[in-house]
């Protein structure tokens, strides 16, 4: 269904790199989302008041919390597309993960007040009334729910949404949830064992439990995960596979939300090259970036010698002594200056956050290993830590 809606309603809707198109696809889900709650909330209501289940009820409301979700994604997804204007240069597109937090509090919310019924009802249990109308509308739920998880996820994955994908995986713990309650109302009729109570705390404590995840999800970005590491490569590949660049480093990712990304970087040039000819490439470079990966590109140009063989000696010597440090070190901006007395090799090494060395520690064994060169060398190092 969702594909025929897209084929009717999203023009160029292969081009999910284009704002506008994934913002047609947002409201398009949303707004299915919110007819199929909606039906499956009167369905269940139904089946509830038919029964007298509290898990029956339970799970009726915690779609129609689904359905007042999508109408907050909905209206997050229309916002998030909106141009940039003077207040907000970057643009909207975090609109996406806020409508997501508000979300995963309505859904915290929800799940308390199902937990609080449901404990009721443990220690005040009341009969349940099961009929064929009652699981066929359960288990007619759970095939809705199911379709809605593949269409969420499917569109999710196209758009690169994770606000969708957080979506897919509710859908599924409601088909969880509601498997859940089938069963008991199954048990319940089979065996008059009443564990009604006991099955809405179960749905409560599972709806808490996708609540808490859902705001993870929407939270990291606003205040600054770390970027996607495919998307890392994308960037050095491009970046790298233009001959002027002899290097690449100090890489940083600005997610203003999907498909609005600024990066910043550093490469690395030959310092005898023509500069007018190298500023035109990287210029190229920029461009490309925006082109192919939709990236607002600002690139910094850091001149080195890359004809000089004492240099690039020198080097590839310091490389190798970083990855015995720790395999996982890089250095960039080497440079030698030579004295009277000594002679100075300066660079910066890339640290990542986990590497259980102290800068301190980096720096002192790095220098240890330096002095240690043949001839009197000293080294002058600044530690980067590994942004992307």
């Known amino acids: 269904m969702i594909e025929l809606l897209s084929r009717i309603a999203i023009k160029n809707r292969e081009d999910t790199g284009d704002a506008g198109v994934r913002q047609a696809y947002g409201v398009l889900c949303g707004a299915v989302g919110i007819a199929l709650n909606l039906l499956l909330f009167a369905g269940k209501w139904l089946a509830g008041v038919l029964s007298g289940s509290i898990a029956v009820t339970a799970d009726a409301f915690n779609n ?3 359905a007042g979700s999508s109408v907050i994604t909905l209206i997050g997804f229309h916002l998030s597309g909106q141009k940039p204007d003077p207040e907000h240069p970057f643009g909207h597109g975090r609109m996406e993960y806020i409508s997501g937090l508000f979300v995963s509090v309505a859904i915290l919310i929800m799940a308390f007040e199902l937990i609080q019924s449901s404990a009721g009802k443990i220690f005040s249990p009341e009969p349940v009334e ?3 109308l009652v ?3 359960l288990a007619a739920s759970i095939l809705v729910k199911l379709y ?3 269409y969420n996820k499917k569109i999710g994955k196209k ?3 994770a606000a969708m994908g957080a979506t897919a995986a509710d859908s599924l713990g409601d088909m969880a949830s509601t498997t859940a309650v089938l069963a008991a109302t199954v048990i319940s009729m089979v065996t008059g064992v009443n564990i009604d109570g006991w ?7 599972f709806i808490f439990y996708s609540g808490i995840q859902a705001m993870r999800d929407t939270i990291n970005p606003l205040l600054g995960q770390a970027p996607d590491k495919e998307l890392v490569d994308q960037i050095r590949r491009l970046v790298c596979s233009y001959p002027v660049v002899k290097g690449i480093h100090d890489m940083v990712i600005h997610d203003y939300g999907p498909g ?4 910043t970087l550093h490469v690395e040039v030959d310092a005898a090259g023509d500069m007018l000819k190298i500023h035109d490439e990287i210029d190229n470079i920029e461009r490309e970036l925006g082109e192919k990966l939709r990236c607002q590109a600002t690139i910094h140009m850091d001149p080195v010698e890359a004809e000089n063989d004492t240099v690039r000696k020198l080097r590839g010597k310091t490389a190798r002594l970083a990855s015995r440090v720790d395999q996982r070190l890089s250095i960039h901006d080497f440079r030698v200056v030579q004295g009277e007395t000594h002679t100075n090799l300066i660079f910066d090494v890339v640290v990542p956050y986990d590497c259980p ?6 720096v002192e064994q790095l220098s240890q290993g330096i002095e240690s060169f043949p001839g009197k060398y000293y080294a002058v190092i600044q530690v980067d830590r590994d942004l992307c």
Request: net charge neutral.
């Open 64 to 66: 129609l919390s689904d």
């Open 159 to 161: 758009i690169q949404s």
């Open 135 to 137: 699981l066929g509308i």
């Open 130 to 132: 099961g009929s064929p």
């Open 357 to 362: 060395l102290k800068d301190e520690q980096v």
């Open 148 to 150: 809605m998880a593949y």
């Open 260 to 263: 609005r990304r600024m990066v």
């Open 199 to 205: 099955c809405g705390l179960l749905v409560g404590i």
